[in-house]
């Protein structure tokens, strides 16, 4: 089955999309694509299957992935919430598995943990944990969420065990339960395992008090894994709750990694904190706000990416999350790229996709490409100018100056220099750009003052919404040079924008393949250089 399908100019009326002069000829299958610059309609849904970069299941989504190094095997394992479009009501999100040797290409491992048995298990529908190997008694252990709002805790820690990968046996005598340490017995989740540097286990999770109040992460430590003591509790974001945390140690730093589930304060993304030691990071969260380890108040991403955690393989560092999917079948009959649910809220499961993290010299930590995904797109493909307006040979000058190239592949890897002349050029990268009248996507560089720039993800064209609040991106500081070197790696609908291996953005675009792209100016002027398209 072909990916894109042509829509018949007949069905226009039937779109939010307003009809070109050239739409009578979109549904002509004789119609050389590669010379023209109207939008090719494709049907969102059926590409679903065709993700070879950020992978996503034949059915279904990924949700929170549980990704850790299997030294036993030389690869990383990524666990993961295995969403349906049609979820049981009580028994959903088994637990499957893919494997990578580089966060690039992935092979499917199948279901590891099934839900319960029956609605009234504890363990009904699963939640978020981690994976990890205990040399000691060679057992890989799942500590996992059991969520059932029938049973006599809505939500528990359990486990499960396997040496060898292929069986795993719950450990049905075995439950850990807030309301045993004064926590709550409905938000009591996400565990999380690590080795402090007194050589105990930890575990965290997130919940709340018992007494109520703002959330709070949940201590216990363990010498073999498996009997596990109450240590305490410390505090998350002021009143926030910080799910999937993640905690290791980078060098001279530890870090504690979590996802903040505020939705009212548009700060649903993955974040950090930084100390020197275990106790100290705990401390950080006493007044996050006097404690942000940079100058992005330790945003690692956009609202694109959700759940993140980490693993390592000793010489790479990388974190594994979702990028959330939008609802409605195709691009033009519903207009997805604006938003997700209520509110633009982003949807819950995507796609999974994979950065590698940079620690720098103060401890400072972003996200850069993977290798494996920078090295798989080495087929450079033909540059073609469409159209342009207030462009001199690499110079875009004026309002709504733009130069627009040939169409894009399936899998894409966009690199270019952006420099701007002044402190206060703005500039983007529009995706799913043609020359009918109709609404096109642009990632743009905002400044924000003569030093601050805001990473926008904005609806352009006729009837263009502007900035879509739904995947907002983050701050950071201008570039000293005014220079932008970028990289947008895209698979099918889901792209990830680096800019100086500093800044990353990750979205769900519909409809960027078989469509133009361009590089815009607003006002002053840009020097663009090394513009370049590969593909696999």
């Known amino acids: 089955m072909k990916h894109n399908i042509f829509i018949l100019s007949a069905l226009c009326t039937m779109t939010l999309f307003s009809c070109s002069k050239n739409d009578s000829v979109q549904g002509d299958p004789q119609k050389d694509w590669s010379k ?56 959903y999100h088994p637990i499957w598995t893919v494997q990578t040797t580089d966060g690039a290409s992935y092979e499917g491992l199948g279901e590891w943990l099934s839900v319960g048995a029956n609605d009234y298990q504890q363990d009904a529908a699963l939640g978020t944990g981690c994976c990890y190997y205990n040399e000691k008694d060679g057992l890989y252990y799942i500590y996992y969420t059991g969520h059932n709002p029938q ?36 938000d009591f989740r996400d565990p999380q395992i690590f080795v402090a540097d007194d050589g105990l286990y930890r575990m965290i999770i997130s919940t709340r008090p018992s007494y109520g109040g703002d959330p709070k992460f949940a201590e216990f430590k363990s010498s073999d894994m498996k009997n596990w003591e109450h240590v305490g509790m410390f505090n998350m974001v002021w009143n926030r709750m910080c799910e999937c945390p993640d905690v290791f140690k980078m060098g001279d730093w530890w870090y504690l990694i979590y996802s903040d589930a505020d ?3 548009w700060s649903r993304k993955v974040k950090y904190m930084k100390a ?130 040939n169409r894009l592949g399936n899998a894409n890897h966009i690199s270019m220099t952006v420099k701007t002349a002044g402190n206060l050029d703005r500039f983007g990268i529009s995706l799913v750009r043609s020359t009918d009248d109709v609404p096109y996507y642009t990632m743009m560089i905002q400044p924000e003052n003569d030093n601050w720039r805001k990473l926008n993800f904005e609806q352009e064209g006729v009837d263009g919404k502007g900035f879509i609040e739904g995947i907002d991106g983050y701050g950071f500081d ?50 663009i250089s090394d513009v370049k398209v590969t593909q696999y």
């Open 151 to 186: 049973a006599t805790f809505t939500e528990a820690v359990m486990r499960a065990t396997s040496s060898d990968l292929q069986t795993w046996t719950r450990d049905d005598a075995w439950q850990l339960n807030g309301a045993d340490f004064g926590y709550s017995s409905e």
């Open 276 to 405: 020197h030691t275990w106790d100290d990071l705990k401390a950080c969260f006493n007044d996050p706000g006097a404690n942000w380890p940079d100058w992005k108040e330790g945003v690692l991403d956009s609202r694109g990416f959700y759940a993140g955690k980490t693993a390592s393989n000793g010489t790479d560092r990388l974190i594994w999350g979702w990028c959330p999917f939008r609802e409605g079948n195709t691009i033009d009959e519903m207009n997805v790229n604006v938003g997700g649910g209520g509110g633009n809220e982003p949807k819950w499961s995507g796609a999974l996709v994979c950065h590698k993290i940079v620690q720098h010299e103060n401890g400072v930590l972003t996200l850069t490409a993977v290798p494996g995904i920078a090295s798989k797109f080495s087929k450079e493909v033909t540059l073609n100018v469409m159209k342009a307006e207030g462009y001199n040979n690499g110079t875009l000058s004026g309002d709504n100056a733009y130069v627009m190239y």
């Open 263 to 265: 939705k009212q304060n």
């Open 478 to 527: 201008r570039p000293a040079d005014n220079t932008y070197k970028i990289d947008i790696y895209t698979d099918h609908n889901v792209m990830v924008m680096y800019v100086n291996d500093n800044i990353c953005y990750t979205n769900r675009i519909y409809g960027i393949q078989n469509n133009c792209w361009s590089i815009n100016n607003y006002g002053g002027s840009i020097t």
């Open 36 to 91: 023209s610059t109207e939008r090719y309609i494709s049907e969102a849904t059926l590409d679903e299957q065709g993700f070879k970069t950020f992978y996503t299941p034949v059915m279904g989504r990924v949700g929170d992935p549980m990704p850790f190094y299997d030294q036993k095997n030389g690869n990383f394992k990524v666990l993961y919430l295995q969403e349906y479009k049609d979820n049981m009501a009580y028994r």
